[in-house]
């Protein structure tokens, strides 16, 4: 390892900079940093000097120094040195690691620096140094346990950065390896080949790691020698690296998933061993149950066993004093022990992974026992939250006794301990959020009263917070009507807990007192004068406290809540002392943590909503804050993935850590959640302002379009999405009266925002922004209100929906596979995991948002061409070329998809023939078979997709639809006699049922005899469920009367009785357009010109109501 002469005088200056870049002084520090940079410069001596300074040097600083700076540094060193140097550099860092293998630190740190610049140094084709793998099977298939050991511990880190293809030609070789550190009776080794094993297990596909599966037992022995021997340290490690193959690849433990759970739960619940090993045990076992449901109900006494641990962490409790003294919600956790913490959250996530059906027998075993156990509190109050626990993922098994459960829960109100009282509450206002809004409804005279018994506890400040904290949860699901007779008590109980000494209590009737107010809407009128001047002079009286920063911001909140609630006209001679108010506030210079920020901009949009047009004045004083926050760019720290925690950076937990390749990037979470919020802000000033925000189109649209892919914040991404088509509405109402500006401007802005779009929608990985993004896309089309949209970009737009589609389909399939998979073994069909139900149902969502998108384009691009590129086939990657509309096509296999995709499917051909002209026409022979059938499909939602298809066919289907007339009107009829079409679920398919029978009676009269579906029509008349079809429908009717239509009202008017009580119930609703209303206006003006006869013999027959209207209507000048 001899250096020429540069490279040892370098090592030497290196060492005394090491040794400074330690030293507790700043000074100092900086000084060596400024000298390193300036050493940088001399790339080739530098990083052969670093890479022989752990060995050559004496000094231990140094030695272990060395290696990490020469990681974070070495790409740049290796970039800028000669290839002579970088041979010497790799051949010097072998030797050096030989050298130094005895000592665990330094090799340690040595190994992750080797592992690092093998992997991102010199690379070829992005695989590691060619000379790496032999020297890893040197050290791994090594004499002596040492090199055995540093071989398995690269192979650890280097899975971070290599690819299964790099990985899958040594399997056998691995296997071989793993299997024998794992039975040699070496804790050490056997502990890292443990880790090397999970490592490649999940690097590697998951059809390969059945070739590892001989390997669980030996890992689980492993686990079990490290804490027999007392290694408990290493215990953590491998329990994590157990936990991870949980997460990503849970089918490798299923063979021996019994004897894992057994052992891991036994772990778990030994209250003399580590807190972390006892969680990480519990993380494995929770894991599995969120991955593997079907299998964890199957497995024997896993699940009761494992809902027993949880609850005895919840048991690991003591009433620590400070508990009682908490006065800041952001200490609300203080006096849980992490213990508590974990079995608490166990509960939840094993509820919405196993559902009700089979974790509510197991815990109502368990918890009446412990509300029972009156000489413990922490029994009690372990019970009382775990109901609130398991609310969410048991809820519709709950239901069944909701009463009985809550009334259980409401009798801990008045438990003599107050951590107990605190839990009850806590445990109410969680289900008033699980169970909304049932329990509003059904169970608002015990939960209120039963809140505001609790305010009057002044000996225990944090259980009056927490009632009046219920109370929001409460109110957020409570309509006006629920809340208003409850006012007059609850709002005198908040206003003495705002008069408190105690902060948390002044702070939670605040929120509460919004809260109720938001709720109440117009019944808080009668208060407002009563809470407004006591508002704002908390606002006036704490300027400039910053212990109250807080209060303050909750004020702010609800003074706008109270805003909205009661109208500008109440709120309108407040609102400019108000703004002024809020506006100084923000002129204060606030600090980077002031929580007051988002406060403000919250209640600015709120009072934009109250006050429309009458905000303008202050967008100059408000926008700007907001402009700067949604500008503002995220602090983010990257480092190595494998750098030690210790050498982290001391973030307090404001960093949210995540990994990107092999990088580790921490972003400053406060920071995005606020530029987060005044995206949303803008947004919500863009809609509701609309021509007044026109003069910050321009400004506010250039922020927006390029967070369309910030990477670091999905409600980011989601707000700028929803705020173009907003920016779009502001144009066109600032233009309304000068159409060809107007063209011109949302020109320039879609031509601008559109291919960021584009870009955005091919790049997002989250469903639910996507489905944004998409809804967006279709939006911006709808507003241009001209075509705006190339050819280009159309066919485009066609491939991104359909990739959109396949996605969406590869995520289903593979939550249908694990579905399969765990129903393997003849189990009864249980509860859909929580969390699979909300995945399907944002892939449900998703679809809508494409189908509303692709109906946009057809309305609005039809005229240049987009029905041509729905039929374009369009090649994705790896498969051959398919166009969009085939896509759908293949959607109308009753057998193979999913009722929301025959839905869709059939509502893309819908609008095809409605608004595709020409183009789109040609479609009603291919479509009308699935049409027939599907409107007697199981499923209502495809059945009113089809029926208004089949009317839209009759309408514009000519003789291509006379040969079905006569059959599928009688298949109509025949359906309005099915008893089943009247129930509130079929409604709206049997109105579109009706509608279509009456388009049939309209367009295919000369082709075919309609006679026989006059009576099923009037009888089924009025529409009244669906009034977009109920508009369409009585216009229809509005028209035959008009022409005094002799198959409607019978050769002798024999029909008039009942065509006029039609007439009468729609007539001045919203049921019918203003021409249609006109029309049948006329038509019964017209009635009074009829013989008198005739008019007595129909007016006898109507009721007193219609009669009154009828008069009122002849009466009328």
């Known amino acids: 390892m001899a250096l020429d002469n540069d490279a040892q005088q370098l090592a030497s200056y290196l060492e005394n900079i090491l040794v400074q870049l330690q030293d507790p002084n700043n000074d100092v520090r900086s000084d060596a940093e400024k000298k390193f940079e300036q050493t940088k410069q001399h790339a080739s001596a530098c990083l052969k000097a670093l890479v022989v300074l752990p060995h050559s040097s004496q000094n231990p600083v140094v030695k272990i120094s060395a290696p990490v700076l020469l990681r974070r540094n070495g790409v740049e060193l290796w970039n800028g040195s000669d290839e002579d140097s970088r041979k010497a550099a790799k051949e010097n860092l072998f030797n050096v690691l030989r050298l130094e293998m005895n000592n665990k630190s330094i090799r340690k740190k040595i ?101 590892f599966q001989d390997l669980a037992p030996l890992m689980l022995q492993t686990v079990n020698t490290l804490i027999t021997q007392g290694q408990l340290e290493e215990t953590e490690n491998c329990l994590q690296s157990l936990v991870e193959v949980a997460d990503s690849e849970p089918k490798y433990f299923r063979r021996v998933i019994a004897q894992y759970c057994e052992f891991l739960t036994k772990l778990a619940a030994q209250v003399n061993m580590e807190e972390d090993i006892r969680q990480e045990a519990l993380e494995f076992l929770v894991a599995i149950c969120e991955k593997m449901p079907n299998v964890s109900k199957k497995t024997r006494n896993f699940v009761p066993e494992l809902v027993r641990v949880a609850l005895s962490m919840m048991l690991e409790l003591e009433d620590d004093p400070e508990w009682y003294t908490v006065d800041d919600e952001d200490e609300d956790d203080s006096g849980f022990s992490s213990n508590f913490d974990a079995g608490q959250e166990a509960l939840d996530r094993i509820a919405l992974s196993l559902g009700g059906k089979t974790l509510l027998p197991i815990a109502f075993q368990i918890l009446p026992h412990f509300l029972a156990n009156q000489e413990s509190w922490v029994h009690r109050h372990a019970a009382i939250l775990a109901i609130s626990q398991i609310g969410e993922g048991c809820r519709d098994q709950m239901y069944e006794q909701l009463e009985a459960v809550v009334d259980m829960v409401l009798q801990r109100l008045q438990d003599p301990h107050p951590r107990v009282r605190w839990a009850a509450i806590n445990c109410i206002g969680q289900m008033c959020t699980d169970f909304a809004p049932w329990m509003q409804q059904r169970l608002h005279q015990k939960i209120i009263p039963g809140l505001e018994s609790l305010m009057n506890d002044t000996a225990n400040p944090r259980v009056q917070a927490h009632a009046a904290a219920a109370i929001i949860n409460f109110c957020e699901d409570a309509s006006p009507d629920i809340v208003s007779p409850y006012l007059d008590g609850l709002l005198r109980k908040l206003l003495e807990l705002l008069a408190s000494n105690r902060r948390i209590v002044q702070e939670q009737a605040v929120s509460a007192i919004a809260a109720v107010a938001d709720s109440a809407e117009q019944y808080f009128i009668r208060y407002y004068d009563s809470f407004m001047p006591l508002l704002k002079n908390i606002l006036y009286s704490t300027e400039g406290q910053k212990p109250l920063r807080r209060l303050r911001g909750k004020v702010i909140e609800c003074i706008s809540l109270i805003g909205v609630a009661v109208g500008r006209d109440k709120f309108g001679g407040d609102a400019a002392e108000v703004m002024d108010l809020l506006v100084r506030t923000q002129s204060a210079q606030l600090e980077p943590d002031d929580p007051q920020a988002a406060y403000l901009m919250q209640a600015y949009a709120r009072i934009c909503r109250c006050l429309r047009e009458a905000f303008v004045p202050y967008l100059p004083y408000v926008m700007p804050a907001l402009l700067s926050a949604a500008k503002i760019k ?484």
Not at 182 to 200: D, K, N, Y
Not at 634 to 645: G, H, M, N, R, T
Not at 957 to 962: I, L
Not at 963 to 981: D, P, T
């Open 111 to 211: 190994c992750d620096t080797l592992t690092f610049l093998s992997c991102n140094c010199g690379t070829v084709n992005d695989q590691p140094w060619p000379e790496l793998l032999p020297f890893l099977f040197q050290l791994m298939q090594g004499s002596n346990e040492v090199e055995k050991l540093c071989g398995l511990e690269i192979l650890c880190q280097l899975v971070e950065y290599v690819s299964s293809t790099w990985i899958e030609p040594q399997l056998p070789a691995f296997h071989n390896i793993f299997h024998g550190a794992l039975s040699s009776g070496q804790p050490q080794l056997q502990a890292v080949a443990l880790r090397a094993t999970c490592g490649v297990l999940t690097t590697i596909e998951s059809s390969l790691c059945s070739h």
């Open 634 to 1117: 995220p602090d983010i720290e990257v480092a190595d993935a494998l750098e030690d925690s210790e050498e982290d950076s001391d973030n307090d937990g404001e960093l949210d850590t995540f990994r990107v390749g092999d990088k580790r990037i921490g972003i400053k979470t406060s920071m995005l959640e606020d530029k987060a919020t005044a995206c949303g802000m803008i947004a919500c000033f863009a809609s509701e302002l609309r021509g007044y925000f026109y003069d910050y189109v321009e400004e506010v649209t250039k922020i927006m379009v390029p967070l369309l892919k910030f990477l670091f914040h999905e409600d980011v991404r989601s707000a700028a999405a929803s705020c173009l088509p907003d920016l779009l509405r502001s144009v066109n109402d600032k233009f309304r009266a000068d159409e060809q500006s107007r063209r011109a401007v949302v020109q320039g802005l879609v031509d601008y925002m559109l291919p960021k779009l584009l870009e955005a929608i091919e790049l997002e990985p989250e469903p639910d922004v996507l489905d944004v993004m998409i809804d967006s896309l279709g939006e911006c089309c709808l507003l241009a209100n001209f075509p705006i949209l190339s050819e280009k970009t159309m066919t485009r737009i066609c491939l991104l929906l359909k990739n959109v589609l396949q996605d969406r389909k590869s995520r289903l399939e593979d939550l249908g596979d694990e579905d399969e998979e765990e129903e393997e073994g003849g189990l009864d069909e249980e509860d859909t995991s929580h969390a699979k139900d909300e995945a399907r149902e944002k892939e449900d969502t998703l679809l809508d948002s494409v189908i509303d998108c692709v109906a946009s384009l057809i309305k609005t691009h039809t005229s240049v061409g987009f029905i041509k590129a729905l039929e374009t086939p369009l090649e994705s990657e790896g498969t051959s070329p398919v166009s969009l509309l085939t896509v759908f096509g293949e959607m109308l296999s009753y057998h193979q998809v999913e009722a929301v995709e025959r839905k869709a499917a059939i509502c893309v051909f819908d609008d095809i023939i409605e608004w595709g002209g020409e183009e789109g026409r040609k479609y009603i022979r291919q479509i009308l078979p699935a049409l027939d059938a599907f409107v007697t499909d199981k499923d209502a939602n495809v059945r009113q997709s089809a029926a208004y298809g089949l009317g839209l066919c009759a309408q514009f289907g000519g003789t291509d639809f006379a040969s079905f007339a006569s059959s599928v009107g009688q298949k109509l009829v025949n359906y309005l006699s099915w008893r089943g079409a009247y129930t509130s679920e079929n409604m709206n398919a049997t109105e579109n049922v009706v509608s279509a029978l009456m388009k049939i009676v309209e367009y295919q009269r000369p082709m075919c005899d309609v006679s026989s579906f006059i009576d099923p029509i009037l009888n089924n008349l009025p529409l009244k469920q669906d009034e977009s079809e109920a508009l369409i429908a009585h216009e229809l009717f509005s028209i035959w009367l008009e022409r005094r239509d002799v198959m409607i009202l019978g050769q002798h008017y024999e029909r008039l009785l009942q065509v006029l009580r039609i007439t009468l119930q729609i007539v001045g609703t919203s049921l019918l357009s203003d021409t249609s209303n006109c029309r049948l206006v006329n038509f019964i003006k017209s009635l009074r010109n009829e013989s008198t006869d005739l008019q007595q013999n129909v007016l006898t027959q109507l009721d007193q109501g219609l009669q009154q209207k009828l008069y009122g209507i002849w009466n009328e000048s």
